[in-house]
Every structure is written in C-alpha cells, then in structure tokens.
C-alpha cells in the first residue's frame, strides 16, 4: 500500500482507453471536501511496456502540455502494444496559474520527491507519482521546459545514471526522440528531483527543455509531438500501423552538462546583457554577459565570464537579475552516440 489520500475512478489495468481525474483531497472555505482534480489518460492495449508521459511538473512550461492534450485527443488503444498514462499537467494548481511552484504550498515539486503522503498538496503528489505510478511503468518521459526564469534551445536529454546498462538503454532512446539536440546531464546529484526517482526505480527516463521564457515555443511544440511518437515507435509501443506521420530523427548534437562551471551565476544584481546567443559556442574566458547599474549610470557594468568552453544551451529570461540567479547556461560538445558512452 503506498498510504496516498489521491484517488482516482481510473482502473489502470482495464483495457481500452479511459480519462478521468486523479483526485487530491484538497478541503478549503469554499469546498470542505473538494479535491484538486488532475486530468489523467490511460490507453491499454494488451501486453508491452508502460510508458508514463508527464508534463506539468512545472506550471510554467507549456509546450508539454499542449502535446499531451493533442495525445490524449489523437492516441487510440489499436494504435498500441501496450499501455501510455497521459498526465497534461501533473501539478495542476501550478499550471493553471502559470507558475514554477505551486500557489497552494509555494513547493517546487522537482525538489519534492519522493513526497510525503501526509505533507503539503505538491508533497502528495510527488509521493502519488514515485509510489503508485512508477511501479507500473517501464518508461517515463518527462517533460519540460524553461519557464518564466529561462530560456532553452529545444532538446531531450538523458541523466547519466550510476547503472551504466540503463544509461545506455536512455541514450538510445533520446537518439531515437531525434532532436536536433541532445543533452546528458552529469550534473546534479539531487535525489529529490524526479530523475532521482527514475533512477531507483531503473525506468527507461528521458527529460527535456522544450523552450522557455514562460511562453510556447513553436518550434518546441512541434520537437515534443515529432519526438515523442518517434519515441513510442523505438520502443514498439506505438504500432507500426498507427497512423501517424512520424518524421524520420535529425542527427543530434550532443552536449554534456558537465559541472558546476557549466552554469554561469549573476556576479551582482542589475540588468543582465547578454552577450552571447543560445546555440553559440564559447571559449574559457570569453565575455557572456554585461551587469549594468541603471541607477548608478557612470558605474561600468559588471563582465561576465566563461569558465569553461562550451555551447550556450540555456539564457536567463527576465532582465533583471538577482546576485546568485543563473544567467548562462554550457553544454560540452561530446561525440557520444548510443553504444559509445563508457
Ligand atoms: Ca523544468
């Protein structure tokens, strides 16, 4: 028993396809035995894998949402070998306010698994996702994007995980998502973000930044749809009759978010210049961004620096910057392609 208080009228193992609401106990002034209901898709079509496709961990990042939507409307159980849960926007409350953290607890749920049963409206859901819904899955796709803070060239991305077997098995599978791009993280040992679940329980986990700035990428949008079919066919869920016109993969470029140089931090607060564009290349050393002082004009702006050469993959978004914020973000050119990671 994994103790959640979220129910739902779905029977994950009924055949077919079925929609309906994970229901979060939520008890307020204006509704005392109100839940949060969170729109939730089950398509099963006898035996193969279980791939769980999730957006919504974070309110502000969209171009998951609106693909998953269009999957839950266009994905039909004789399109199938096997079975896809379609969740738009896990953190609901989040979503619908357009916001990273949630506006009923102010709790980042990629900082919050793997939840607590008995602990705020996002802790229940981080538990429900890492207690209920990946025992059953095989595979989960994880999508997201920038946000309001950042701004990200579209791509899939793997985690280098301690078992170097399933590292490979994902790299695969982000080879066969075929995006222009792709990124392995080394990066970020941080056992309460979703990758951390993904890892102990061995799942088959791509994530992604499919755009930012808290608005929709279009072409993010079409990356997500294109990529995450072509992911279904890789993994023979989505059967070779399925109607769907898959556009073949691109060649990817892959990038390793190597170290904690990777990320370049506001020196000071001010307004951030950058001074280099995302998907440049940069050298150790090179000039990345300007910190001006608006209201101490004859101040010469701060210079930002490169740590390491690298690919700009991520800008921060907003001008106004904050001592700390991350303004820059590297990726590594590697030549790895699935079977040649060591
Ligand atoms: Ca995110």
Not at 110 to 132: I, K, M, W
Not at 279 to 285: C, D, K, P, Q, S
Request: net charge negative; proline share 8%; glycine share 12%.
């Amino acid at each position: 028993m994994s103790g959640s208080r979220i129910w739902t009228e779905l029977d994950f193992d009924a055949e077919g396809k079925h929609s309906g609401y994970l229901h979060l106990p939520h008890s307020v002034n204006d509704s005392a035995y109100g839940t949060i209901a969170i729109p939730i898709a089950v398509i099963r079509n006898g035996k193969g894998p279980t791939v769980l496709i999730m957006g919504g961990i974070h309110g502000d990042e969209y171009e998951a949402q609106i693909v998953i939507c269009r999957l839950m409307r266009e994905l039909a159980p004789d399109h199938l070998r096997g079975t896809v849960i379609l969740i738009p926007a896990v953190n609901l409350p989040a979503a619908m306010a357009g916001t990273r953290v949630s506006p009923l607890d102010d709790l980042n749920m990629n900082r919050c698994f793997p939840g607590d049963p008995n602990g705020r409206p996002t802790e229940q859901l981080a538990h429900y996702v890492d207690s209920v819904l990946l025992p059953r899955c095989d595979v989960w796709l994880d999508w997201h994007s920038g946000g309001w803070s950042l701004d990200y060239m579209p791509f899939a991305s793997i985690h280098r995980f301690r078992d170097a077997a399933l590292t490979e098995t994902n790299l695969r599978a982000l080879a066969a998502f075929g995006g222009p791009v792709g990124v392995v993280w080394s990066f970020f040992d941080e056992p309460r973000m979703a990758k951390g679940c993904a890892e102990r329980h061995g799942l088959v986990y791509l994530g992604s930044e499919f755009g930012g700035g808290g608005s929709v990428n279009r072409a993010g949008v079409a990356l997500a749809y294109d990529g995450t079919l072509r992911v279904l066919k890789h993994l023979g869920v989505l059967a070779p009759t399925a109607p769907f016109a898959i556009t073949p993969p691109q060649a990817t470029r892959y990038f390793d978010i190597a170290g904690r140089n990777h990320n370049i931090y506001a020196p000071h607060p001010g307004l951030f210049e950058p001074c280099c564009g995302l998907g440049e290349a940069v050298r150790a050393g090179a000039l990345v961004g300007l910190i001006h002082y608006v209201d101490d004009p004859l101040r010469p702006p701060a210079t930002v620096h490169a740590r390491t050469d690298g690919t700009v993959l991520c800008l921060r978004h907003p001008g106004r910057t904050r001592r700390g914020d991350c303004i820059v973000q590297l990726g590594t050119e590697i030549p790895t392609q699935a079977g040649t990671t060591a």
